[in-house]
């Protein structure tokens, strides 16, 4: 039987899946809305592709996740408790994001667009709480891990439609790559102040070990270079219109690894943990035993 | 009010396992899946060295995070504190297990045997194909406090309604019964001794204290 | 529990701390649950509770891998390498194999030509079989002469010099603290919360709580250790040290008042003169040893009534001095001291500083625990049993296994009773105590056994030593009568010479001794020496060699691989037997009742096995000893004699009965036995009951009352008697030209002296390793036993296995964390550990618990055949250690013990 905190095996890359499907997805959804209700990114397919690819990676992901479970028969039972699982909440969420994101792409955009979006924030949401609730995973149920789930949805998003638009209409909007650079270096204090707190608070050594191997190269490849290469996109304008598609990839693979590797390679549990240790029939005991925990 | 609780009585265990065989055996657990275990936890260093034995499970907590996150009410709460899992609603998602910070749920998709794939005459007698892939815990042997109420016997009293590891035990380690009756052994040993709870600092108000000093 | 429900009452006896009282439950005719007998909880020391082996019983008997019919052997060739081509055969046919052969060997003789017995007979460790077998020792007594001394761990890794001396000593087979009572316990290498069973743990668990102190002092820290207040992490072998620097601050730096005076005094040999050849001075006359008297001022015999005697001091007397062979001296105005005198001067040496060198523990920890030992033992108080008043002293020393058997386990034991006898708490309640009778005969309790023997001590049924009864040729192969005469000649005895003699000399038999043949037939039942005994490789070559092997056989395994036939017998829940249950016996079994509890079929058995009883009634029949046999469980050979003066349930031995009969007479003389005559309950009413038990006074827990009733002394400090032996013994060997027994019979003296032990085992390294072996093996090998499986013929039970998990230290090398850093090894990692007789590998375990110049394997594990254990692939030490005369100490016995090197084969698979 173990005693330090070990690797929990209950949600693997399929749960990544979820996160990562459903973070990209949702995010995407937002920037789809957001551009199309500012005209600023060209015609209604642009729209439609960006809208059409959210809900795919939504749905991707919410499939991930249906092939782990175990009695996928049963799986409406999991709208039977909206009171205070956050997996429900997103579950119901979920069909009207689908609804209202098919009327929108059908219009092309839209009010319902903004619907769309308004719902996909939901989701987003309900998806960061839903990973923090998870309390047997000290990675996870460290609070800020909410900011940095949401945060990184958005820049995966606006990632992802830079690269759509760039592959749609050969542009890079100025303003997109103004709002991922900002989105970008939110992530970064997000992560910096999650890692940080969970570096602080203690937490299991190996998952630690694991976010410190991350950092590095979420930091270098995630985050700095989309950054750099949005801060030379905005200086260059218009002329080198492939930065920005590049960042965005930057940014999205960027969180994608970052998800991934929270939800699939840090997640070591609780373990076992003694405040104070027994009194043998005389003397004294000894100070408690937390084994495999930084502090 | 009633609040069934375990207490565990660290001075005295010696890590044997009794229970642990004994909670295999009576809840018919697959080869491996084991509600209820003893820890092993060696601590200091040579000479001054501790090892601890430490009787783990399910902590049938006050403020369950597993039933919380649980998205299909498959985990619930009874009024007696007992926290239960309805293996026909349950999907399976094993939220509840990551969620538990006790690492107490289980959820077995492929069944081994003890021996091979074919069962034993005892485990083909006892197989319940409800409990495949979804959670299991540890249920204080629910259907032992139940059968309590109709035949007027005392829990953590008389053996026929006390789960089954309390009764195994060897060493007189594992007690329980209701902390709101201020007569139950439990209550007794909470006033007599000191005692911690385990990740107590959670907040998940759990069910199963440890008795490691007199007061 | 649903209505086709049901629970059945049994006994769990897979271990010496049985018997554990449970129930079955059978739902729809099949064994699903096995649960404490709450019957019981009022009549049992461990609430009616069941060790965690029990739970094992029920996959034991539906695993696909029991044998389900006789086989027999049709490959020859016996050996490791040699597949032995079991085919399966009827009973019949396995019964006209065997009983050709039985008849046979009975025309020859069941005597060889070298005087060995033709059969021989091997059970596992214990006499636990004994409780499985039915009446198979029956057919054993019916048959004549049986050599039992193959061992398969007996005589060397049982706690064997505790058994000889303790029975010498204070009719203690197996000796315990009175943990009901008792408030400090040191505990040498004891690992009771391990292998004391269900009672151990439960008093021990009271005891905790009620705040008594234990401290564990081993190499590593067990699980005893783990529950203990105070773990001391002292070097192997160096026990004795230890305790003789506590003796010696007893004596040399605590007041003498402090002691108990009046006990060392009274009942004790304490004040006996010795003489200058190391013998008692004597009364010329009546030849008793002669104590000074200070109310008369003269040397009195020791039981002259209303004497003072002087504890200590040098006097002036005339006397008669008889040593070895009845030589003898008379001495006239001889200046002599008293045995206590003589123990004071010898123990001046061994103070802590000389005890701290020699055994890594702190002089000021021997001070300390030494002042603790004795405020605990609070000298003087008294407590009332049963209307009798008795010394209360709740301090006692408790000895496990390699501290109790092999070199310096002798001083151990010599120096335990003794420090009991210090503080008056030797057989006294709080105290040290004898839990059973083995040697000593009759063996119904511990005080039937006390006589007086004309030095005042306890008889001792010892083997001849003198020129006119010693016998020089064995009458079986390990030699017990003749090389040990503590070993006593009991029907357990033979299982207490060096039982790997028999091993070793089969191969080569040492100078001037006589050949060793391998029996005509042999058979064995729950035994597996191929895996429990020492250097197991040759060992297997051996048993290859015996020409016909039956074996009682529940599954294939290591032993049986070499069998000629296999018999499977109903296991622990398909089949009946009643036992004796209660009284005083193993370590912590002594009980406030006595009687007998059943073992019955609770489920059908499985496939064509027969009860053991009806296979041992169909041998009798077969070797044509029939009538023999039932005579012997009419005399009791199965639990209980079947008639008596106020009863008479008698077999008619020319009939042959089932076992239901035997059993049903067997029961109704067990109710007649407890009611003296009044109850004839058969089987059905202990089927229905499960045991049947009458309360017993715990005065019988104590042997003190006895003595001082029969004016007895404990036989300490100065051993005369063995001195006396030993001188003997080495003027026969002599006389016949043995010199290799000259190292053993040193051992033989007045008051012991503390070697250096550990050299005894580095020094034989060398010899077989070479000068560089000490650094070629730097670790000592230790074992340790694990609740799991100790004893239990349980290794291939899945449910062990996995709870046997949980804790640390199955199934591998546990080696020091900061050793194994400088090694390079780390945790997981797979190692090889070698000594210079063999090799073994499993996975390491690092650990602060242990001792950096030593290394632990739990249990015994290696195997190669058994099924499910032979995929474990654990670590043994047994292959490592070798079987050695030089590692053999006076009583016959070695340790698990053992100089290995560990390397580093890879990272965890």
Redesign the interface.
Known sequence: MKIKPWHQTNWDARAAGNFIGGGSGTGLLIFAALSNLAALAGPAADYRWQAGLALVLVAAGLASVFAEIGRPFRALNVFLHPHTSWMTREAMVAPFLFGSGAVAICLGGGLFSVVAALLAAGYLYCQARMIAAAKGIPAWREPRIIPLFIITGLVEGAGLSALIVAAQSGTAPRWLAAVLLVALILRRLAWKIYHETLERRGAPKKALEVLARLRGRFERYGQSLPEMLLVAALFFRSEQVWLLPLAGAAALLGGWLLKFTIVARAAYNQGFALPVVPVRGQGQGMPGVKPGWSK | MTRYIMTADLRRCIGCQTCTASCRQTNATPPGVQWRSVLDIESGEFPDVRRSFVPVGCQHCGDPPCMHVCPTTATYQRADGLVEIDYEKCIGCGYCAVACPYQARHITRRIDFAYSATPMANESARFDERRMSVATKCTFCMDRVDAAKENGLTPGVDPEVTPACVNSCIAGVLAFGDKEDPNSKVSKLLEETQHFRMHEELGTDPGFYYIWDKK | MSAAARKVPQYCYQCVAGPDLLTIKV??G???????N?AAAEIHP??G????KA??L??K?????RLTGPMKRTNPNKGRGEDPGFVPISWDEAFDIIGAKMKEIRAKGVVNEHGYPRAAASFGGGGIPTYYMGTFPAFLAAWGPVDFSYGSGQGVSCTHSEHLYGELWHRAFTVCPDTPNCSYVLSFGANI??SGG?VA??R??????R????IQFEPH?S?????????V?IKPKTDAAFLFGLIHVLLHEMPRESLDLHFLKQHTGSPYLVGPHGFYLRDPETKKPLLWDLTRGAAVPFDTPETDPALEGEFAVNALEVGADGEEWRHQGLACETSFTKLVTRMQSYTPEWAEQTCDVKSGTVRRIAAEYVEHAQVGATMEVDGELLPFRPVSIHFGRTVNNGWGAYECCWARTLMACLIGGLEVPGGTLGTTVRLNRPATTRQASVQINPDGFMHYPMNPTDKEHWKPSPKIRNAHVTMVPLSANSPWSTALGPTHFSWMFQKESPENWPRVTPPDIWFCYRTNPSISFWDTKELVKRIAEFPFIVAFAYTHDETNHMADILLPERTDIESTQLIRVGGTKFIEQFWDHEGFALRQPAVEPQGDTRDFTDIATELALRAGLLEQYNEAINRGSACVRLAADNYDFSLDPKVRHDAQTIWDRTCRAASAELTDGRESDGLDWYKEHGMRTRPTSRLSWYLFPELRKKGIRFEMPFQERLYRVGVELGHRLHEHGIQWWDVQLEEYGGLPKVMDFPGIWEQETIKQGGAGALAEYPFWLITSRS??YAWGSNVGV???D???????GHKSVVI???RAEELGIEDGDLVEVHSYVGTTQGPAVL??????DTLLMLGQFDHWATP?AKDMKAPSMNGLIPMSMALTDSTGSGADLVRVGVRRLGAAP
């Open positions: 739902e729809g099949v064994a699903t649950e096995v649960e404490p709450f461990g609430a509770k069941c060790c965690v739970y094992g029920i996959q008997t539906y695993s696909p891998n919360e391990a269900v743990a439960w021990h668990g009271i005891a905790r709580e705040g008594m102190k234990r820290l699980v005893t250790g783990a529950a203990s207040a105070e773990w992490p609740m799991q899945q449910l062990m996995e709870v046997a998990g949980n804790m640390r020091n964390a900061q650990s602060q618990g242990i001792r950096a499910y």
